[in-house]
């Protein structure tokens, strides 16, 4: 749900101590604002030092769909570099945000020629389709319940805090069908009677989630 990679970190920071570190600046974003915009054409890449972003399509009915968060050491707009097309997605900070920036032009000689970053690459683009494939799955075989208690789990475990319409983008539903599913929630003493605390204990939200697959 909220993906990290300290080997793409590792990867950046060796760049900046060689010859290429002149090329690679450090930019700041302020929670709201976009690194990439949807059907944009780009010319940077990015490796997040420091925050957290979303990654979201806007469909054509201005609805949102929010696909991934991302961490520290995680990288976006090497799509568009390695594709040469326009962006498929808007990219945004939720929390204050530093970013290394580097041209899609070197990260395109870099993918080539520096063969520790391909690895890396490499890896961090099956891990996407890998973790993109189980979340589909668990989105069709388990009940909204289920998905909003991983990413409260989530939310606690990183004191990070999402909106609401953010936690109803991501489990692609409305905010009504959010609003049931909290307050059934909050009926089973899950959470807290206000806000989006978890009441129960962790132990006790292991054996919830567990049931939940049983149950299916």
Do not use: W
């Not at 469909?59 to 990288?75: H, Q, R, Y």
């Not at 890998?130 to 208690?149: H, K, N």
């Amino acid at each position: 749900m909220l993906r990290t990679n300290p080997a793409f970190l590792s990867c950046m920071e060796r760049l900046l101590a060689g010859k290429h570190g002149h090329h690679i600046s450090l930019q700041s974003f302020e929670p709201g604002m976009k690194l990439i915009r949807q059907e944009d054409h780009i010319h940077k890449v990015y490796v997040i030092l420091e925050g957290i972003i979303k990654c979201y399509m806007t469909e054509d009915n201005d609805k949102n769909l929010i696909f991934e968060f991302l961490g520290k050491g995680e990288i976006t707009g090497e799509l568009e570099a390695i594709r040469k097309a326009v962006s498929i997605c808007n990219v945004e900070a939720i929390t204050p945000v530093k970013a290394y920036t580097l041209s899609q032009e070197l990260f395109t000689m870099l993918m080539y020629s520096d063969a520790e970053l391909n690895q890396v690459l490499l890896e961090e683009l099956a891990t996407r389709l890998a973790q993109t494939c189980v979340r589909a799955s668990y989105q069709q075989l388990y009940p909204v319940e289920y998905g909003l208690i991983r990413l409260l789990m989530l939310q606690e475990a990183q004191q990070v805090y999402f909106s609401k319409k953010d936690m109803a983008d991501y489990l692609a539903i409305t905010i009504r069908s959010f609003n049931r599913a909290v307050k059934q929630l909050r009926e089973r003493k899950v959470l807290t009677a206000e806000g989006f605390e978890l009441g129960i204990s962790e132990r006790e939200l292991t054996e919830l989630l567990r049931r939940f697959k049983l149950d299916d």
